[in-house]
């Protein structure tokens, strides 16, 4: 079975996570799979394996990433006037960003990680499963929107939740969740789909740099 199709197995329990962890007043000490909650992590929520050792993996497998907006986001947006989004353009932006998650983390963990990419399970690769939860883009850039919003303070938020797998048991090593705001300078000029991917990309690559740094140190 290759890396994606089993990971893909697991879909439904870490949907079943997200909205777990999401409705406890307080984070759980440990995770009804055994990971136990990792303290002064510089992430909202860190859950490990007891003992587990991540200096094994030297490659890694990301999974494309399921990305899904805040609840009635299309509906918000479409109360604004003078906006009108489509269905068609949520899907749009969550194949978009889906794509730059895969692109950024690649490029931080190859390019100043040293690490390798990996199709085929094997003791050395690490799978990486994430999903994009309550995303919201505050203004997007579709037909309907003409940049009227260009100028607003934030671009909008998005949530990571993220497990780190071992390709050939599948076991759970690690769950991180966290959740970031675009803090990207506001400039005039510059057309909402520039600042929406420049704020993606820095938010990714803040997630990327973290994960990467973690598994130097465990090196």
């Known amino acids: ?3 994606t199709r089993s990971a893909l197995v697991l879909a439904f329990c870490w949907t079943l996570t997200i909205q777990a962890i999401a409705q406890e007043r307080t984070a759980p000490r440990v995770t009804v799979d055994g990971l136990h909650l990792v303290p002064d992590t510089e992430v909202a929520l860190v859950y490990a394996k007891p003992d587990v050792d991540l200096s094994v993996y030297s490659r890694f497998h990301i999974v494309e990433p399921k990305v899904a907006f805040e609840k009635d986001w299309l509906k918000d947006q479409n109360r604004i006037p003078n906006q009108f989004v489509r269905a068609e353009d949520m899907q749009r932006i969550k194949v978009e960003l889906a ?10 963990l190859k390019s100043n990680g040293g690490y390798t990419l990996a199709d085929a399970p094997a003791d050395d690769v690490l799978v990486i499963l994430p999903a994009i939860v309550d995303l919201d883009v505050i203004s997007p850039d579709t037909p309907g929107t003409r940049n009227q919003r260009s100028m607003i303070a934030s671009v909008g938020s998005m949530m990571l939740y993220m497990e780190l797998l071992d390709s050939v048991t599948g076991d759970r090593l690690v769950k991180v ?13 510059v057309s909402n789909r520039v600042r929406n991917r420049t704020a993606a990309t820095e938010m990714l690559g803040e997630w990327a ?5 973690g598994l130097d140190e465990a090196r």
Do not use: H, N, W, Y
């Open 209 to 213: 740099s973290l994960l990467r740094q």
């Open 99 to 108: 794509a730059l998650f895969i692109d950024v983390f690649k490029q931080e």
């Open 177 to 189: 969740m966290d959740k970031k705001f675009d803090r990207t300078p506001v400039r005039t000029g």
């Open 1 to 3: 079975m290759s890396i």
